[in-house]
């Protein structure tokens, strides 16, 4: 399945010890793996002390390498202990295949459908084109197909577009720009393809319209609005004064 080809999760579990001497150990238990049936995931356990890495151990070579004096020393006698190695390459299955199909099931199966958002980003300036951006956000999984219309053809030309970029949250973004120069009559779209979704995701722009002026029409409409409200309550104000006057003969 494409959902999962390019999937990689790192579970990893952490332990600090210190002293009131401000030494510490650190422990630290990875599970590294890029494929939806774990046959490439590999365990690493390494130790540090204040700072610096001691010993990593790999579950795929099962061995232990040291990278201090005295790691070098424990990784020698980690390596000399069959018990300890049998146990290193079990984990791969003990503790890391199992944690990983609980975190699988909950999230990789999971279909977000993206936002997406179309602004326009340079206006039009004498020779030089206009341009616009399509973005998709928070969506999952990461694959993902982005592409323009131009009255209903794809535009394969003044096309740049960013690769999916991962949120750190499983979740993706992806950004691409159209350069234009705007003509009457045109049709201009940014279409979305997701797994998410069984239809494409079709965001349309009106080229006769910038978003500058929109905006400006916007401002322009609530002023004109708000207006016409004052006008209409000074001449209710004024009329009830009036009324009330009594008009005295010099």
């Excluded at 390494?46 to 790999?58: G, R």
């Amino acid at each position: 399945m494409y959902l999962l080809k390019l999937f990689l999760a790192i579970l990893m579990l952490a332990a600090f010890t210190g002293t009131a001497y401000g030494y510490y150990d650190y422990t630290k238990f990875e599970c590294i793996y890029s494929t939806s049936d774990y046959s490439d995931m590999v365990y690493l356990v390494s130790l540090s002390f204040n700072k610096f890495v001691d010993i990593k151990c790999n579950s795929t070579e099962v061995k232990c390498v040291g990278f201090t004096e005295q790691g070098v020393k424990f990784a020698d006698n980690f390596n000399k202990d069959k018990a300890f190695l049998q146990n290193l390459k079990a984990s791969v299955d003990t503790f890391c295949r199992h944690n990983a199909e609980i975190i699988d099931s909950a999230v990789r199966d999971k279909a977000v459908k993206p936002k997406v958002i179309m602004k326009s980003v340079k206006q039009a300036e004498g020779r030089h084109p206009a341009m616009l951006q399509c973005s998709a956000y928070e969506f999952y999984p990461k694959k993902i197909k982005m592409y323009w219309l131009r009255d209903s053809k794809v535009i394969t030309s003044d096309v740049t577009s960013t690769m999916e970029m991962a949120n750190g949250n499983w979740y993706y973004q992806i950004h691409s720009h159209l350069e234009y120069t705007p003509k009457n009559g045109e049709k201009i779209q940014c279409v979305v393809e997701h797994a998410s979704s069984t239809q494409p995701i079709t965001k349309e722009w009106n080229p006769h319209i910038s978003e500058s002026d929109r905006n400006k029409f916007a401002i322009g409409a609530s002023g004109l609005v708000l207006g016409i409200i004052i006008a209409i309550a000074g001449l209710i104000y004024y009329k009830k004064k009036s009324t009330g006057r009594i008009l005295v003969p010099n």
